[in-house]
Antibody, heavy 119, light 107 residues
Framework: EVQLVESGGGLVQPGGSLRLSCAASGFTFSNYWMHWVRQAPGKGLVWVSRINSDGSTTTYADSVKGRFTISRDNAKNTLYLQMSSLRAEDTAIYYC????????????WGRGTLVTVSS | DIQMTQSPSSLSASVGDRVTITCRASQSISSFLTWYQQRPGIAPKLLIYAASSLQSGVPSRFRGSGSGTDFTLTISSLQPEDFGTYYCQQSYSIPFTFGPGTKVDIK
C-alpha cells in the first residue's frame, strides 16, 4: 500500500527538541522530493520544509530556518524533521507529504503527528 | 511571499447544488495552483493540480480553472461526502503558501 506514516510527536517544553519521522512505503521513496507541512489546531496549512530526492538540497520557511533540519535516509525509506528551540507557536499537527512533478503539488500525505510545545 | 486569499470563507449548500470557490494570488503564479480537500481530523487530499488537471480517482464533478492570479474550484453537483475545508496552494515560488481555506457544509 502506498502510504506515509509519521511518528515522534508529543509534548515538549519551550526551548526543547524533538525529532519527527515519516516512514514511506509502496513507492520508490528515493525518486521524490519530500516535504513537511504543519497545521496549528483549528488553523490552516503551512509549508515548513522540503528536501530533494538524494538529500543534498533543503529549503525552509523563514519561521523555522535555523531551528529545524530536514533530512532523509533513502535506505530506510524515511524522512526526518529535527526540531530544536521549540516555541509555543510550533504547536501543530505535522504532516509529511510527497510532491510530484514540476508543479510541486502534494499527491500523498501522511496522517500527521501532533507536536505540543507547552510548559 | 505570495499571499493567497479565498472566498467565501465558508458556505452551506444543498446536495445537488453547484458550488464555486475562488482563490486569488497576490502576484501571477501562472498555473502553479493546487486544490485540496480536508475533512475534519484527516490529512488533506489532492483534488486538482496545475490549476485544472484532475487528480486520478477524483470525481469529475470537481473542476479547476484559471491562470495568473485568479482561480476557481467548481463542484458541479455537491454530494454529501464533499463536506470539509478546501484549500488552494501556490507552488510558483518558495515559500509555498496556502489559502486560508473555505469551509463547505451540507445543508
Amino acid at each position: 500500500e502506498v502510504q506515509l506514516v509519521e511518528s515522534g510527536g508529543g509534548l515538549v517544553q519551550p526551548g526543547g527538541s524533538l525529532r519527527l519521522s515519516c516512514a514511506a512505503s509502496g513507492f520508490t521513496f528515493s525518486n521524490y522530493w519530500m516535504h513537511w507541512v504543519r497545521q496549528a489546531p483549528g488553523k490552516g496549512l503551512v509549508w515548513v520544509s522540503r528536501i530533494n530526492s538524494d538529500g543534498s538540497t533543503t529549503t525552509y520557511a523563514d519561521s523555522v530556518k535555523g531551528r529545524f533540519t530536514i533530512s532523509r535516509d533513502n535506505a530506510k525509506n524515511t524522512l526526518y524533521l529535527q526540531m530544536s528551540s521549540l516555541r509555543a507557536e510550533d504547536t501543530a499537527i505535522y504532516y509529511c507529504a510527497k510532491s510530484n512533478g514540476g508543479y510541486w503539488y502534494f499527491d500523498l500525505w501522511g496522517r500527521g503527528t501532533l507536536v505540543t510545545v507547552s510548559s | 511571499d505570495i499571499q493567497m486569499t479565498q472566498s467565501p470563507s465558508s458556505l452551506s449548500a444543498s446536495v445537488g447544488d453547484r458550488v464555486t470557490i475562488t482563490c486569488r494570488a497576490s502576484q501571477s503564479i501562472s498555473s502553479f495552483l493546487t486544490w485540496y480537500q480536508q475533512r475534519p481530523g484527516i490529512a488533506p487530499k489532492l483534488l486538482i493540480y496545475a490549476a485544472s488537471s484532475l487528480q486520478s480517482g477524483v470525481p469529475s464533478r470537481f473542476r479547476g480553472s484559471g491562470s495568473g492570479t485568479d482561480f476557481t474550484l467548481t463542484i458541479s453537483s455537491l454530494q454529501p461526502e464533499d463536506f470539509g475545508t478546501y484549500y488552494c496552494q501556490q507552488s510558483y515560488s518558495i515559500p509555498f503558501t496556502f489559502g486560508p481555506g473555505t469551509k463547505v457544509d451540507i445543508k
